[in-house]
């Protein structure tokens, strides 16, 4: 399966997506806010970055932009918020953002159809 990267804040949302991904045979890695995340990012590599929109060090497209644009990531990007409006969704087009999934109700049944999208995409790229 794949390698995912998962980037947030929240231990809760960290030990939940890696349980549920792990069960599904997803290798999780986890990384607490974006300074590990770009640690990470430069020991291995990944299929997938998840990453939450609001952390306290570097938020919302800042983050994106320094995948995409100072590491020059072209790794499909998940992000997950439970803030998501049609204004971030405008900002986060041209930084090729992949999907945009809304913690909340029924976050792990459409995080992982998500992933499932994102991942026959990048497949069918390949």
């Known amino acids: 399966m794949a390698s995912i ?30 300074r590990h995340g770009v640690r990470r990012l430069r020991d291995a590599s ?4 998840l990453m939450d ?11 994106v932009r320094l995948l995409r644009q100072r590491l020059e990531l072209e790794i499909p990007i998940i992000i997950l918020s439970g803030e998501i409006t049609k204004d971030t969704i405008a900002v986060m087009a041209p930084l090729k953002v992949s999907h945009f999934v809304a913690k909340g109700e029924d976050f792990e049944v459409r995080l992982d ?14």
Not at 46 to 49: A, K, Q, V
Not at 113 to 126: C, H, P, S, Y
């Open 46 to 49: 990944f299929d997938l970055i």
């Open 5 to 34: 990267l998962l980037i947030d804040d929240s231990e809760l949302v960290q030990q939940m997506v890696s349980l549920a991904l792990a069960t599904q045979g997803h290798q999780v890695t986890v990384a607490r806010d974006m």
């Open 53 to 63: 929109l609001n952390m306290p060090e570097v938020r919302g497209e800042a983050g």
């Open 113 to 126: 159809a998500a992933i499932t999208q994102v991942l026959g995409e990048k497949a069918e790229g390949d």
